[in-house]
């Protein structure tokens, strides 16, 4: 039966240094998970009763963490620490901490292979400690094949490079580690039943289904919102399924939120019902939220617009397949259309409003702003628009791309139930518009950013083909049936919204701890450039007073 290990970074109930890796037996059904779950109970209660993860005071354990910043050496530890049989060891090393005695990844597996250690997993770790976001087994050439792969989209000079390293494992292996990977982890497990003392790293690297670790893993970008795991058959050269867990028991309301929602929308959905990754099953492990999903093909939107080989003229006709595909998701999942009103004003701008006020404080442009988009909104009263559900984070990097086809992945949505039945219905392209914009020209920096959005939406001078953006939004509205004049006020609503989540998003994460959100929030930046550009946000005078006759 092939076996994999997950990794999750942050342990419920713990403190922040333990670290847990769990084993999951099989892809096949919830009941699988469950045997481990004493094993690793019994691990959480040892990691708490303890000052430090290698204490020997209790013997024998089930898992021992070692940590890259001690300097204790390993020896030393695996001498004082007597395993039960499969228990886990789970060991982080950097390269560049001075005080580390770990020299090389070699040399600590020959050292678990003297103390009887077996299925030695060694995951390079991206892009550090401090923030990891990927887990890549190096084991299993199929998956690191498949992770470049997806890296490069196209047969590039560096691809192929790659390519001609992974394939030369574990010849060249040993020499290359020293230098590819200053973080890296290393886990096994306890073989009572075995007591050999050589190693052989060229036998280590095979993938023979059994001592191989298939998986890839992914923590996001928010530190530890969820865990993603690719899973790889030891044959396979692409992953068969994906699993995702919450990080921790706070984060149970995404998963299940996504789960819920992901529902509701493919029971909606004709055509597109494929353009959507599909739940397999739903389970909880050790109080964590979990699902399995099939895996979107192709490659992410973000590494296709990125590429050099791809031309203005392909990048623009991706952003109007998008488009396009926005209309069809829009047509099939309609909520309903409202009439333009006070009160719809109210719920939808009035409240925001005060809402970025009471977090962001008061700034007189950004009043300016406020004024203008309500005098505009007056002067829609009565017209229609229609409600559709958001995404919420349609950009390129949760878009695959395969040979024209579209695959629209992570929906979690994040917010209430409420907010996902209501909102401005160019939400989702406006938001995908401002990141397409950055990998097609190649805006790396906060500062080429900002210019690139001005010149996007709040420039007269259409250069580069932007004036084809503008074709793309103008059809995009007509193909929805709403008025163009609510362009301006979808815009504004958009970052005001993001401003705001970004800022509970950061204060529940709890990864920033300022009294200055807005240094911490990018979105919010995009609110004062929409206030500081109004003339070039509203080309046309504004209307007379409300109160004028």
Same mark, same amino acid.
């Given at each position: 039966?092939?076996?994999?290990?997950?990794?999750?970074?942050?342990?419920?109930?713990?403190?922040?240094?333990?670290?847990?890796?769990?084993?999951?037996?099989?892809?096949?059904?919830?009941?699988?998970?469950?045997?481990?779950?004493?094993?690793?109970?019994?691990?959480?209660?040892?990691?708490?009763? *303890?000052? =430090?993860?290698? &204490? $020997?005071? %209790?013997?024998? !354990?089930?898992?021992?963490? #070692?940590?890259?910043?001690?300097?204790?050496?390993?020896?030393?530890?695996?001498?004082?620490?007597?395993?039960?049989?499969?228990?886990?060891?789970?060991?982080?090393?950097?390269?560049?901490?001075?005080?580390?005695?770990?020299?090389?990844?070699?040399?600590?597996?020959?050292?678990?292979?003297?103390?009887?250690?077996?299925?030695?997993?060694?995951?390079?770790?991206?892009?550090?400690?401090?923030?990891?976001?990927?887990?890549?087994?190096?084991?299993?050439?199929?998956?690191?094949?498949?992770?470049?792969?997806?890296?490069?989209?196209?047969?590039?000079?560096?691809?192929?490079?790659?390519?001609?390293?992974?394939?030369? *494992?574990? =010849?060249?292996? &040993? $020499?290359? %580690?020293?230098? !590819?990977?200053?973080?890296? #982890?290393?886990?096994?497990?306890?073989?009572?039943?075995?007591?050999?003392?050589?190693?052989?790293?060229?036998?280590?690297?095979?993938?023979?289904?059994?001592?191989?670790?298939?998986?890839?893993?992914?923590?996001?970008?928010?530190?530890?919102?969820?865990?993603?795991?690719?899973?790889?058959?030891?044959?396979?050269?692409?992953?068969?399924?994906?699993?995702?867990?919450?990080?921790?028991?706070?984060?149970?309301?995404?998963?299940?939120?996504?789960?819920?929602?992901?529902?509701?929308?493919?029971?909606?959905?004709?055509?597109?019902?494929?353009?959507?990754?599909?739940?397999?099953?739903?389970?909880?492990?050790?109080? *964590?939220?979990?699902?399995?999903?099939?895996?979107?093909?192709?490659?992410?939107?973000?590494? #296709?617009?990125?590429?050099?080989?791809?031309?203005?003229?392909?990048?623009?006709?991706?952003?109007?397949?998008?488009?396009?595909?926005?209309?069809?998701?829009?047509?099939?999942?309609?909520?309903?259309?409202?009439?333009?009103?006070?009160?719809?004003?109210?719920?939808?701008?009035?409240?925001?409003?005060?809402?970025?006020?009471?977090?962001?404080?008061?700034?007189?442009?950004?009043?300016?702003?406020?004024?203008?988009?309500?005098?505009?909104?007056?002067?829609?009263?009565?017209?229609?628009?229609?409600?559709?559900?958001?995404?919420?984070?349609?950009?390129?990097?949760?878009?695959?791309?395969?040979?024209?086809?579209?695959?629209?992945?992570?929906?979690?949505?994040?917010?209430?139930?409420?907010?996902?039945?209501?909102?401005?219905?160019?939400?989702?392209?406006?938001?995908?518009?401002?990141?397409?914009?950055?990998?097609?020209?190649?805006?790396?920096?906060?500062?080429?950013?900002?210019?690139?959005?001005?010149?996007?939406?709040?420039?007269?001078?259409?250069?580069?083909?932007?004036?084809?953006?503008?074709?793309?939004?103008?059809?995009?509205?007509?193909?929805?049936?709403?008025?163009?004049?609510?362009?301006?006020?979808?815009?504004?609503?958009?970052?005001?919204?993001?401003?705001?989540?970004?800022?509970?998003?950061?204060?529940?994460?709890?990864?920033?701890?300022?009294?200055?959100?807005?240094?911490?929030?990018?979105?919010?930046?995009?609110?004062?450039?929409?206030?500081?550009?109004?003339?070039?946000?509203?080309?046309?005078?504004?209307?007379?007073?409300?109160?004028?006759?």
């Amino acid at each position: 039966m092939a076996s994999w290990w997950f990794l999750l970074p942050k342990i419920p109930n713990s403190t922040n240094q333990n670290r847990l890796v769990v084993k999951l037996f099989s892809n096949h059904a919830t009941d699988r998970f469950k045997p481990f779950a004493n094993k690793i109970d019994r691990a959480f209660t040892l990691s708490n009763q *303890l000052d =430090s993860p290698h &204490s $020997s005071s %209790i013997e024998p !354990i089930d898992f021992l963490c #070692v940590f890259a910043e001690e300097t204790l050496d390993l020896a030393d530890q695996l001498k004082q620490s007597t395993f039960n049989e499969n228990g886990v060891i789970y060991i982080e090393v950097n390269r560049f901490n001075k005080g580390n005695r770990f020299k090389t990844p070699k040399h600590i597996f020959r050292l678990l292979h003297q103390y009887d250690f077996k299925e030695v997993g060694l995951y390079l770790v991206l892009p550090n400690f401090n923030r990891p976001k990927m887990y890549i087994p190096l084991f299993h050439p199929e998956s690191l094949k498949w992770y470049f792969d997806q890296m490069f989209w196209k047969d590039t000079h560096l691809k192929v490079w790659f390519t001609r390293i992974i394939q030369a *494992l574990p =010849s060249s292996f &040993s $020499s290359l %580690i020293n230098w !590819i990977m200053p973080y890296f #982890v290393i886990t096994a497990i306890k073989d009572t039943t075995k007591n050999t003392n050589r190693f052989d790293l060229a036998t280590q690297c095979e993938v023979d289904g059994s001592n191989s670790w298939p998986l890839i893993l992914n923590n996001g970008i928010d530190e530890g919102n969820r865990t993603i795991a690719f899973i790889f058959p030891a044959t396979e050269s692409q992953p068969i399924e994906l699993i995702k867990i919450s990080s921790t028991v706070e984060m149970n309301h995404t998963t299940a939120n996504e789960i819920k929602n992901r529902h509701d929308i493919q029971n909606q959905l004709g055509p597109l019902t494929n353009d959507i990754p599909t739940i397999i099953n739903r389970f909880q492990y050790y109080g *964590l939220e979990g699902y399995r999903e099939t895996v979107a093909e192709g490659h992410l939107l973000s590494i #296709v617009l990125s590429h050099a080989q791809l031309t203005k003229k392909q990048k623009f006709s991706l952003l109007q397949n998008v488009s396009n595909w926005l209309v069809q998701f829009k047509k099939q999942t309609t909520i309903k259309t409202i009439v333009w009103s006070d009160e719809i004003i109210q719920s939808l701008l009035i409240d925001k409003f005060d809402q970025f006020r009471q977090v962001f404080g008061p700034n007189k442009n950004v009043e300016a702003l406020f004024e203008r988009c309500l005098q505009e909104a007056q002067n829609l009263i009565g017209l229609t628009i229609p409600l559709y559900r958001i995404h919420f984070d349609f950009a390129p990097w949760n878009i695959y791309y395969d040979n024209g086809k579209l695959t629209v992945i992570d929906w979690e949505f994040d917010r209430e139930h409420d907010d996902l039945l209501s909102g401005m219905p160019l939400y989702d392209l406006l938001y995908f518009i401002t990141y397409w914009n950055h990998f097609t020209f190649q805006l790396y920096s906060n500062e080429q950013e900002h210019l690139g959005f001005k010149r996007l939406f709040l420039s007269q001078d259409r250069v580069d083909g932007l004036d084809q953006v503008d074709k793309i939004i103008k059809s995009h509205m007509d193909a929805i049936g709403i008025d163009t004049r609510f362009l301006p006020i979808c815009l504004t609503y958009v970052w005001l919204e993001q401003s705001i989540y970004q800022h509970k998003r950061i204060e529940h994460l709890q990864t920033v701890r300022t009294s200055k959100p807005n240094l911490e929030n990018r979105m919010v930046k995009y609110v004062h450039l929409l206030s500081d550009n109004l003339q070039d946000l509203w080309p046309t005078a504004p209307p007379k007073p409300l109160n004028d006759e």
